[in-house]
């Protein structure tokens, strides 16, 4: 069946520019997360959604870092203003359950996003 | 200190060896455990979760060490597909159920 899909894969964005990343989770899969790659490290924890409520964003960066899930499915992750540091793989997982502790998240194969 | 450590290797073996690592963590209300492979340039994929007892599945052993809080994941009969680097993730449990803390990962290249 359809995983996690990402688009775009690829962006590259002149610093100062806004970007839109989009997530399709597998479908009814009820949580869904954010994560930012840097080179050479684990993935961090950005934000969680269940269904359509953002339950935790703890690990936005900033406040240039926006993410909805208007219908509980899409998600889009916006970054205002882009910085070279927002320079990473952005990576969502989806999860079947409302969020259990030991909910398997399948990862999408990411957007890597560049700031010139 | 980060909450989830580990060793970033390189670790370097050749085929059919045994290796192992370990991955620290610092929260000891941490309630779940996994570790992931992370194939270069792809996304992180679920190896295995680890419980308290420990598990095997196949050529690979994760172990839970409650005490020591950390936890390990031995590969035996190492085979040249099984270089990548390996992701230790913890659930920390003191905001959302859901959030995962990653470590950097180790990476392991398996050599003829």
């Known amino acids: 069946g359809a995983g996690v899909s990402q688009s775009p894969r690829y962006k590259v964005a002149k610093r100062g520019q806004d970007v839109a990343l989009r997530c399709d989770p597998i479908?009814?899969?009820?949580?869904l997360f954010w994560y930012q790659q840097a080179l050479g490290q684990g993935p961090e924890f950005l934000t969680y959604?269940?269904?359509?409520?953002?339950?935790?964003k703890s690990g936005l960066p900033s406040d240039r870092f926006f993410a909805e899930r208007p219908e509980g499915s899409v998600s889009t992750l916006k970054i205002q203003r882009t910085q070279q540091e927002d320079s990473a793989v952005y990576l969502c997982?989806?999860?079947?359950?409302?969020?259990?502790?030991?909910?398997?998240?399948?990862f999408g194969p990411g957007t890597r996003l560049t700031v010139l | 200190r980060k909450e989830v450590e580990q060793d970033p290797g390189p670790f370097n073996v050749p085929e059919g060896a045994t290796v192992a690592f370990n991955c620290t963590y610092s929260?000891?209300?941490?309630?779940?455990f996994f570790w992931y492979r992370q194939d270069c340039r792809k996304e992180p994929k679920l190896l295995m979760s680890?419980?308290?007892s420990g598990n095997e599945d196949g050529r690979f052993t994760a172990q839970l060490n409650r005490a020591s809080q950390y936890i390990s994941l031995l590969i035996r009969d190492s085979k040249l597909s099984d270089s990548a680097t390996y992701l230790c993730?913890?659930?920390?449990?003191?905001?959302?159920?859901?959030?995962?803390?990653f470590g950097s990962g180790t990476r392991l290249s398996i050599r003829p």
């Open positions: 929260n000891s209300a941490s309630q779940s």
């Open positions: 479908s009814g899969h009820v949580s």
């Open positions: 993730a913890v659930n920390p449990m003191y905001s959302s159920a859901s959030k995962i803390i």
């Open positions: 959604f269940q269904n359509e409520a953002q339950l935790d």
């Open positions: 680890v419980y308290s």
């Open positions: 997982a989806s999860s079947h359950q409302r969020g259990g502790t030991t909910d398997t998240q399948y």
